[in-house]
Each structure stands twice: as structure tokens, then as C-alpha cells.
């Protein structure tokens, strides 16, 4: 897919993936104190979002 498509399927007020984080992300983060993370390739943010409501600093 080039920039052109990509654009348009996150130009939309609908959301692409679902509003709550990867299930693996939280699998992986349970149990750890909060810290810093990176989220490469965050797309909508979702899992950036839930980090940082559970108190991360998070760069996406």
C-alpha cells in the first residue's frame, strides 16, 4: 500500500482497529511499574493511549 492509501484508511472518523490496546501489549506490560516506552508504528494510538492512562510516558 502506498502513502495515498494509507492516508485513506485513517482519514475516516471510524476506527480501523478497536479502541482498547493490543492484547499482547497489556499481556506483556502487567505487573511492570510504569516507564517510558516507544510505540513505533502506533497507527490510531491505541495502545499509546492505554500506556499512558496507566501512567506511562509514552513517544509514539
Do not use: H, K
Request: charge should be negative.
Amino acid at each position: 500500500m502506498d502513502a495515498n492509501g494509507w492516508n485513506a484508511r485513517y482519514t475516516g472518523q471510524e476506527l480501523v482497529w478497536s479502541a482498547g490496546p493490543n492484547r499482547f501489549v497489556a499481556e506483556e506490560v502487567a505487573g511492570l511499574a510504569p516507564g517510558t516506552a516507544l510505540d513505533v508504528a502506533c497507527g490510531e494510538g491505541r495502545n499509546a493511549i492505554w500506556l499512558a492512562q496507566q501512567g506511562w510516558r509514552v513517544q509514539a
